[in-house]
């Protein structure tokens, strides 16, 4: 079956560390994003990427960073320059032409240690 | 920009009790608007979508919401609900910029369903 696979499911960081989460699809979608959730704040966007070898900032990038080698992986480093990366991870995949909305990973969750 | 509004931050209902969770969106243009559910620890689940055409949309598990366009909303709607539907519920408007898809989600409203 097609899908998205995040992991690990969950991590943790000591301070200071970089991280990076890992985001696989087979669905064969050509845009994939990142987004934070915290309690009470939705889902906020960290990064997209539309094409292999692209991507865009979103709305809180900073700490963080991508790369778009293949089609099918997202990774996402959080670097020790994000001073709050305890939240919960998800990844996300779209057909960018079309009205299919979004479909995602069962998340990562990072706890600071 | 688009933004979303869940006023509600958190509903208990009874099981077998119908439900309502409210959405407001802003947005310049004919909205896509998504409502997407999230049991805890998990990734979001798509219920259902609205491009154009009939303003009462049905999605999974009985859901069905209705766009409002002189309301600026897009509630969600079951008649019965079930204990199996505690989650949180998320809506969604999707703008178009420079080929990207991009989704501004709500804050979302989280149901409990008690006996």
């Known amino acids: 079956d097609g899908g998205i696979t995040q992991s690990p499911k969950y991590l943790f960081r000591k301070e200071g560390q970089n991280v990076t989460l890992s985001c696989e699809q087979n669905?064969?979608?050509?845009?994939m994003y990142w987004y934070r959730q915290d309690p009470g704040q939705g889902l906020r966007l960290i990064y997209y990427?539309?094409?292999?070898?692209?991507?865009q900032k979103g709305d809180i990038a900073e700490g963080y960073s991508v790369s778009r080698e293949k089609k099918e992986s997202f990774p996402l480093t959080v670097t020790s320059a994000q001073k709050n990366p305890t939240a919960f991870y998800l990844c996300?995949?779209?057909?960018?032409?079309?009205?299919?909305?979004?479909?995602f990973g069962s998340g990562t969750r990072l706890t600071v240690v | 920009a688009q933004s979303v509004t869940q006023p509600d931050i958190h509903i208990t209902v009874s099981e077998g009790a119908s439900l309502e969770l409210r959405c407001n969106y802003s947005?310049?243009?004919?909205?896509?608007l998504f409502w997407y559910v999230q049991s805890p620890g998990q990734g979001l689940q798509l219920l259902l979508k609205?491009?154009?055409?009939?303003?009462l949309v049905q999605g999974i598990k009985g859901f069905e919401a209705e766009f409002k366009r002189s309301q600026s909303s897009f509630n969600l709607r079951k008649p019965s609900v079930h204990w199996s539907d505690a989650a949180e519920y998320f809506c969604?408007?999707?703008?178009?910029?420079?080929?990207?898809?991009?989704?501004?989600f709500g804050t979302g409203t989280k149901l409990q369903v008690i006996p």
């Open positions: 996300a995949t779209s057909r960018p032409s079309t009205n299919y909305g979004y479909t």
């Open positions: 669905l064969n979608h050509d845009a």
């Open positions: 990427s539309q094409i292999v070898n692209d991507f």
């Open positions: 947005y310049g243009a004919t909205p896509y």
């Open positions: 609205y491009f154009s055409g009939d303003t």
């Open positions: 969604a408007v999707v703008a178009y910029s420079g080929g990207y898809q991009k989704v501004t």
